[in-house]
C-alpha cells in the first residue's frame, strides 16, 4: 500500500541523526540523477577529528549542526530520495556502522562499484583512525530537514541551494537540470529514459580523467573541451568558469516538443540524411525518416560539436559521444592505425611539453576527429605539434593566456577553419601556411635536454630520430619524410 502524500508539499524540522532516519517508515534512498559517493580520505580524517572535538567540549553544549538535508518524499516509489546532503549522510552511515555494527533504521542507500570502494575506504579510516566519536553523537548531531513530495519542487530546491555558493561542480547541476527535463508519455516510460540517461551520465562520472592533473572527467570533458569548442569562435577566447557552463549547457539548450525521446538532427559529417533520432528502450538509436538503426556505442551519435543542444535527453546523448570521442583519441582500445599514431605524438611529443598546450592540442583534435573522423589524423597532429612547439621554443614559461591566444591571435581561428572545413587537407593546409615557424626553429639555439624547452627539444629529436643532430633546422622536412615513410 502506498504511503498518503502530505497535505503540506513541503516540510521543514530540525532533527538528529537518528530521528531523521526513524521519523518516517519510509526507507531513505538515492535516486538516479544523485552522483556517487565521492569525499576522499582527508574529508572522512577531517569528519572524525571535528566530531571527537566537538564530543570534548563540556556539557551544556549546543547540538553538532551539519546544514541543511533536502529529501522528496517518493509516495509510488514508498521512498524518501535524497536530493541534497548525500555525501554527509552516507559518511555518518558509514561511522554508524563501524560504532553501532549496523546501519540506521530504514536506511536503503546503493552505490555503484565505484562508490562502494571509497565508502570501504571511509570505514577503513573510522575504524583506524586515533580518534572518533563514541556513539552518542548520533544523538547530538543535527539538521534542517525539508522534505517535498513533488519531484518538481524537489529539483527547484536543488537548483536554488546549489546554484549560488557553489558546492557542487556544473556537471552536477546540470545532470539534474536534464534529468528533470526527461519525459515520457507514461510514468513508467519516464522513469525508463530517465534511467538509461542516469546511467550514461554515471559512465561519463566514472571514467578517468584523460589530463592527469584533474581529479574528475566530467567536469573536464566540459570545462576545457566541449565549452571551449563551442564558445571559442572568431576572436572570442575567454575565460569560461561556472556560470558559463550553466548559460550554455542550461539556460541555452532548447526545449524540445512532442516526444521527449526524438531528439532533433542537424546536418553534420556524421548525418547526412536523419532529421530526428529517437532513443529506445533497449539503449540503441534510430534515425527518422528512414529509420536506419544505430548501434549502442556512443561515439557513432550522428551528433556535431557545435550543433544546439536540446533539453533532457539530447544532453546526455550529446555528452555521452563526446565524452567516448576524447578518450577513443587518448584511452580506450582501438585498431585504427591513426589513432595509434596520434597517441604517439601525443604522448612523446606533447607530454614533453607545457599543460596548457596539451588541454588545447586535445581540444582542436576533438573537433578533428568530430569532423573528419580517423582521416589524416597523424597528418594532422604532426602539424598541430609543430605549431604548439614553436610556443614552447618561445617561452620558457607558457602561462594559460599563451594557450589561449593560440587560437585568439591565428589568422583565421584554428576551432572555426575546423568545424567549418570539408576536407582534412583544409586544416592541414591552414597549419602549414599559417603555423610555419621556419625562422624560429632554425634559429633555435637551446641546449639539449636542459630546462623545459630542452627537455621538449630532446623529445622531438628523438622522436624524428635526429638525437645526433643539435639543431631543430628543418623539422618541417623531417616531417614530410616521415609521412611519406608512412611510419613514426
Given amino acids: 500500500m502506498s504511503a498518503k502524500p502530505k497535505a503540506n508539499p513541503v516540510d521543514v524540522h530540525v532533527m538528529n541523526f537518528s530521528r531523521f532516519f526513524s521519523a518516517s517508515k519510509l526507507p531513505l534512498a538515492v535516486d538516479t540523477y544523485q552522483r556517487g559517493f565521492v569525499w576522499n580520505d582527508e574529508k572522512i580524517r577531517q569528519l572524525a577529528d571535528d566530531l571527537a572535538d566537538y564530543q570534548k567540549v563540556p556539557d551544556p553544549k549546543p547540538p553538532y549542526y551539519m546544514g541543511t538535508v533536502l529529501v522528496h518524499h517518493h509516495a509510488e516509489k514508498e521512498k ?13 552511515c558509514v561511522l ?99 534511467t538509461l540517461c542516469a546511467r550514461r551520465w554515471e559512465g561519463i562520472q566514472q571514467g578517468a580523467p584523460v589530463m592527469s592533473h584533474d581529479q574528475e572527467f566530467a567536469p ?11 564558445y571559442w569562435t572568431g576572436g572570442r577566447v575567454v575565460y569560461g568558469g561556472h556560470d558559463a557552463l550553466m548559460e550554455e549547457f542550461q539556460k541555452q539548450t532548447w526545449k524540445l516538443e512532442g516526444d521527449h525521446a526524438t531528439i532533433p538532427l ?5 548525418n547526412r540524411l536523419g532529421t530526428a533520432l529517437t532513443l529506445t528502450r533497449d539503449g540503441h538509436s534510430e534515425i527518422h525518416t528512414n529509420r536506419i538503426s544505430l548501434s549502442p556505442n556512443a561515439e557513432d551519435l550522428p551528433f556535431a560539436i557545435r550543433q544546439p543542444i536540446q533539453k533532457g535527453i539530447g544532453f546526455f546523448l550529446y555528452s555521452d559521444k563526446y565524452s567516448a570521442l576524447l578518450r577513443r583519441l587518448v584511452a580506450e ?4 592505425q591513426e589513432v595509434l599514431l596520434f597517441r604517439e605524438v601525443y604522448e612523446k611529443l606533447l607530454m614533453a611539453n607545457s599543460l596548457f598546450l596539451r588541454e588545447i592540442f586535445l581540444l582542436a583534435s576533438l573537433l578533428y576527429t568530430d569532423q573528419f573522423d580517423d582521416e589524416k589524423l597523424w597528418e594532422f597532429s604532426l602539424w598541430l605539434e609543430h605549431a ?49 615557424h621556419r625562422k624560429l626553429y632554425d634559429e633555435e639555439k637551446i641546449r639539449t635536454g636542459k630546462g623545459v624547452q630542452g627537455i621538449y627539444k630532446q623529445a622531438v629529436l628523438a622522436y624524428y630520430g635526429q638525437e645526433e643532430l643539435k639543431s631543430l633546422r628543418g623539422k618541417e622536412g623531417w ?3 616521415m609521412l611519406e615513410r608512412g611510419d613514426s
Avoid: M
Fill in 266 to 270: 542537424y546536418r553534420s559529417r556524421h
Fill in 333 to 336: 582500445p582501438t585498431e585504427s
Fill in 80 to 92: 524518501r530520495f535524497i536530493i541534497d546532503g548525500q555525501q554527509r549522510l552516507t559518511a555518518l
Fill in 479 to 481: 616531417i614530410d619524410n
Fill in 220 to 230: 573536464s570533458l566540459f570545462t576545457k573541451f566541449l565549452w571551449r569548442a563551442r
Fill in 96 to 194: 554508524h556502522q563501524q560504532l553501532k555494527n549496523g546501519l540506521p533504521d530504514n536506511c536503503a542507500l546503493t552505490y555503484s562499484p565505484k562508490s562502494a570502494r571509497r565508502i570501504r575506504s571511509a570505514a577503513g579510516i573510522f575504524r583506524d583512525h586515533r580518534r572518533y566519536p563514541d556513539e552518542k553523537i548520533f544523538e547530538q548531531i543535527a539538521f534542517t530537514v525539508i522534505c517535498v513530495d513533488r519531484v518538481d519542487l524537489a529539483f527547484t530546491f536543488f537548483d536554488t541551494q546549489n546554484n549560488r555558493g557553489v558546492p557542487l561542480h556544473a556537471t552536477d547541476l546540470l545532470k539534474a537540470y536534464h534529468l528533470r527535463a526527461v519525459d515520457g508519455a507514461t510514468t513508467e516510460r519516464k522513469e525508463s529514459l530517465q
Fill in 388 to 436: 604548439l612547439g614553436a610556443i614552447r621554443l618561445s617561452k620558457e614559461q607558457v602561462r594559460y593566456e599563451a594557450a589561449q591566444n593560440f587560437f585568439k591571435q591565428d589568422a583565421l581561428n584554428l576551432l572555426d577553419v575546423i568545424a567549418s572545413g570539408f576536407r582534412p587537407e583544409q586544416v592541414i593546409a591552414h597549419l602549414r601556411t599559417y603555423h610555419s
